[in-house]
T-cell receptor
């Protein structure tokens, strides 16, 4: 089966940097996704990694190590609006989502 | 930027009825769209991949006869929940890859409540 593990909750301070980790065990691998979801809203796409390494997109970066079954999402210069749930998802034959990490950004 | 719309945004229906949800890509063509479901306080679940002009691909455990998907044009996919029951009450969301094909755009979601 597939396991997608990420921390349930994290708290960080406005202006700081936070790293949200995601580990996975899957029989195959066709890409890893990160999404942001504010309460009561549909998610928004943040990143897609299929090769090892770091993908940077503005204040958000995503890293993947396929050999370690590991990814992280890095959020820089945190803003209050970054308070949301962050979902890690892995695709092999199926698409599986982690339970999400609820990030709270405090002033 | 690319926009995906869904209609209706909210629907309440009686048990046993069928409900159709529309997903449109407003300013780009989408050969592939995705349908997700999310129960309260749970994570997303991919239900199926909708392919224009061909049959949808369903994820394991999703009943294709209950959740009918039609992708008749490059800008429209529909999800029909047939014979809906209270356990089908959920947040249904669609998405499509747009722009240069490197960003996934989500619709605003449809909240279905089955009484």
């Amino acid at each position: 089966g597939q396991n997608i593990d990420q921390p349930t909750e994290m708290t960080a301070t406005e202006g700081a940097i936070v790293q949200i980790n995601c580990t996975y065990q899957t029989s195959g691998f066709n890409g890893l996704f990160w999404y942001q979801q504010h309460a009561g809203e549909a998610p928004t796409f943040l990143s897609y990694n299929v090769l090892d390494g770091l993908e940077e997109k503005g204040r958000f970066s995503s890293f993947l190590s396929r050999s370690k079954g590991y990814s992280y999402l890095l959020l820089k210069e945190l803003q209050m609006k970054d308070s949301a749930s962050y979902l890690c998802a892995v695709r092999d034959n199926d698409m599986r989502f982690g339970a999400g990490t609820r990030l709270t950004v405090k002033p | 930027g690319a926009v995906v719309s869904q209609h209706p945004s909210r629907v309440i229906c009686k048990s046993g009825t069928s409900v159709k949800i529309e997903c449109r890509s407003l300013d780009f063509q989408a050969t592939t769209m995705f349908w997700y479901r999310q129960f309260p306080k749970q994570s997303l679940m991919l239900m199926a991949t909708s392919n224009e002009g061909s049959k949808a691909t369903y994820e394991q455990g999703v009943e294709k006869d209950k959740f009918l998907i039609n992708h008749a044009s490059l800008t429209l996919s529909t999800l029909t929940v047939t014979s809906a029951h209270p356990e089908d009450s959920s947040f249904y969301i669609c998405s499509a890859w747009g722009g240069l094909g490197d960003t996934q755009y989500f619709g605003p979601g449809t909240r279905l409540t089955v009484l």
